[in-house]
């Protein structure tokens, strides 16, 4: 054999392959951590949401017309002005509970619309509705401060008066409760998915809900 040299090929410094695999893993493991956390407040806050509408549709329909015979004449349900306060009180009072992460000011609106009988969607062209307004809201039967949500037209609103909701046979109106809240992100998600190119610049999300319900049945 001839003693010719041969080179040697050294190896790289394994530090630095480390460093870039875990500047390549770093990212989707922060998007995983925060993906998670972020989901979890989420779907807290829609939890209360749900419940909020759940809690408003069921004040309606309890409460039907404000009582009296149908109509919105002289005499015919004297107290129908008192009904749609309460139903946004309703949600209100959920929204405002201990434990609740929703921040009231991100609920744009709440409406009180005449659904659709089978689908459940407000689709039928009547609907109150209800815009965010701190302290400037009609103050409800029993209570002692205004409501956060104001309707322009109330009490004579010419969307769904609730003197015109029928509770009687064969015609029994559904009455759905919506809002539309602006989530604003928790984590440091947006910032992780814009990493990606996910347009992470509005760390927002709407989140909408809503709950439909059959008016209570007049006992006639």
């Given at each position: 054999m001839s003693g010719r040299w041969v080179p040697r090929l050294r190896r790289g410094d394994p530090r630095g392959q480390s460093i870039v695999e875990f500047t390549l893993v770093i990212p989707v493991f922060m998007l995983i951590l925060f993906g998670m956390i972020e989901f979890g407040?989420?779907?807290?806050?829609?939890?209360?949401?749900?419940?909020?509408?759940?809690?408003?549709?069921?004040?309606?329909?309890?409460?039907?017309?404000?009582?009296?015979?149908?109509?919105?004449?002289a005499g015919q349900s004297p107290n129908w002005t008192i009904v749609d306060p309460l139903v946004?009180?309703?949600?209100?009072?959920?929204?405002?509970?201990?434990?609740?992460?929703?921040?009231?000011?991100q609920v744009s609106q709440i409406v009180i619309y005449k659904a659709n009988p089978t689908t459940g969607a407000n689709d039928q062209g009547h609907q109150d509705v209800w815009t965010y307004s701190p302290g400037a809201g009609p103050i409800p039967q029993g209570a002692t401060n205004h409501l956060n949500f104001v309707d322009a037209?109330?009490?004579?609103?010419?969307?769904?008066?609730?003197?015109?909701?029928?509770?009687?046979?064969?015609?029994?109106?559904?009455?759905?409760?919506?809002?539309?809240?602006?989530?604003?992100?928790?984590?440091?998600?947006?910032?992780?998915?814009?990493?990606?190119?996910?347009?992470?610049?509005?760390?927002?999300?709407?989140?909408?809900?809503?709950?439909?319900?059959?008016?209570?049945?007049?006992?006639?």
């Open positions: 407040f989420v779907f807290s806050h829609d939890l209360t949401l749900e419940y909020a509408t759940r809690e408003g549709a069921r004040a309606g329909a309890a409460l039907d017309n404000g009582g009296g015979p149908l109509g919105c004449g946004v009180a309703a949600v209100e009072r959920v929204l405002q509970s201990p434990g609740s992460l929703v921040v009231i000011s037209s109330y009490p004579n609103s010419d969307g769904w008066q609730g003197c015109s909701r029928s509770n009687a046979s064969p015609t029994i109106d559904s009455i759905g409760v919506s809002l539309v809240y602006t989530y604003k992100y928790q984590t440091p998600l947006a910032g992780v998915l814009s990493f990606f190119g996910g347009g992470g610049g509005n760390p927002t999300l709407t989140i909408t809900d809503k709950t439909v319900m059959q008016l209570n049945p007049s006992a006639s």
